[in-house]
């Protein structure tokens, strides 16, 4: 039951309106002046406040400056007799909600204004009860979102500290990578390590989706192949020279398969014996090929195969080639498609094979050929990695 206090000064006028409310089913408190009135309105629990604007002592303007000063959300109805029409526009300018003329010859009038003030008022509490929901659920959001931020640096710190370092070998091969996220984690992965002092191993993976479910699947890779290196003794002599590449390829579809990460990957994976200049290398699903430049020409290795993590029981066939004294391999993750001009995609393979053509000579002058530090925002992780000899 809404409580409403009638502020007025003739008994018969305030005892008729509470009256007719009490019967309409409101509960009414009266008040002869404005002091009696501001005092019950002082102790709670008051809907609303219908006061005459003339009253001796304290008028009904005082008493809505008053009213306002202890609330802001209190509809207050005013009641004014003909003549005091300037009073009026000053209660309307202190946020009265309504006023009406003395006498009040249909109540219904001042029912359906007691109404439609109420109803306001449960709109402003609503309105009030929603931004306090929604400024507390964007707290909560900005709270989650910092937390995020750090989980993401962290990730990022992780992800970085398994890349390897640039590395040189005594029979003059370098490799170098770059990797460029399109998130603040990347999906993209590179590895390389010279094992034995003589095997030259190296893969490039492209982890299906972005952020941080496709690294912690980078992170995940790293482990397992690094295991197979230390436990295995994956390309450790020549017989894994040989057939690794399949072997670790067949590994990582059969553990992926296993624990069901939702994610594939595709892959170039290599292995040069740095002694013989001899390389096998596995293509599966990558896109685009690798591609070799020596004696001022560029082309595309040839290869094909299934991506890893798809299908069960996968082989892929394992190429040879043998490395000139001088050359340059430079493979890439297929988001370097996505700054090239547009096109489609035999004209980008032109285009990239063109660059590199000319600028194929170490990691920095790849970079610099695809402007990859001057693109702030790319719609794929781009990952680099390139081994020379000779340059």
Request: net charge negative; hydrophobic share 40%; proline share 4%.
């Amino acid at each position: 039951m809404r409580k409403l206090l009638i502020i007025d000064d003739e008994k018969p006028v305030r005892q008729s309106i509470a009256t007719f409310l009490e019967d309409s089913g409101y509960s009414v408190v009266e008040a002869e002046n404005g002091p009696h009135g501001l005092s019950r309105f002082g102790k709670g629990d008051i809907d609303l406040v219908i006061t005459d604007l003339r009253m001796p002592g304290m008028d009904g303007v005082s008493v809505l400056r008053n009213l306002r000063e202890s609330s802001t959300d209190t509809p207050v109805i005013v009641i004014s007799g003909a003549g005091v029409m300037s009073d009026v526009v000053t209660a309307l300018r202190l946020g009265a909600s309504d006023y009406l003329i003395k006498p009040i010859v249909d109540m219904e009038v001042l029912e359906h204004s007691i109404e439609k003030a109420l109803e306001r008022k449960d709109l402003v509490a609503q309105n009030k009860k929603y931004r306090d929901k929604l400024e507390s659920a964007n707290k909560g959001l900005r709270e989650n979102l910092r937390v995020l931020e750090r989980d993401q640096v962290a990730g990022r710190q992780v992800q970085r500290r398994l890349l390897p370092h640039p590395q040189t070998t005594a029979e003059g091969y370098s490799v170098a990578h770059h990797i460029a996220p399109s998130l603040y984690l990347s999906g993209d992965f590179v590895d390389y390590a010279h094992i034995s002092k003589r095997y030259l191993a190296f893969y490039l993976a492209d982890v299906s989706g972005h952020g941080a479910s496709s690294a912690f699947v980078t992170i995940w890779l790293k482990h397992l192949v690094s295991r197979m290196v230390r436990e295995e003794g994956l390309f450790a002599d020549h017989e894994s020279f040989e057939h690794g590449t399949n072997n670790m390829l067949e590994y990582v579809n059969h553990e992926l398969n296993e624990i069901s990460l939702n994610h594939h990957l595709t892959f170039f994976v290599g292995v040069i014996d740095t002694h013989t200049h001899d390389m096998r290398y596995v293509v599966a699903g990558h896109l685009p090929m690798p591609i070799l430049v020596k004696d001022g020409k560029a082309e595309y290795l040839s290869g094909q195969g299934k991506p890893v993590g798809i299908f069960k029981d996968v082989s892929w066939q394992v190429h040879s080639m043998q490395l000139p004294e001088q050359f340059s391999l430079v493979c890439f993750s297929d988001g370097v498609l996505e700054i090239l001009p547009d096109g489609a995609l035999q004209k980008k393979e032109a285009h990239l094979l063109e660059l590199m053509t000319q600028k194929a000579q170490n990691l920095e002058t790849v970079c610099d050929a695809l402007a990859i530090k001057d693109v702030s925002e790319t719609p794929d992780d781009i990952a680099i990695l390139t081994i020379t000899r000779g340059f």
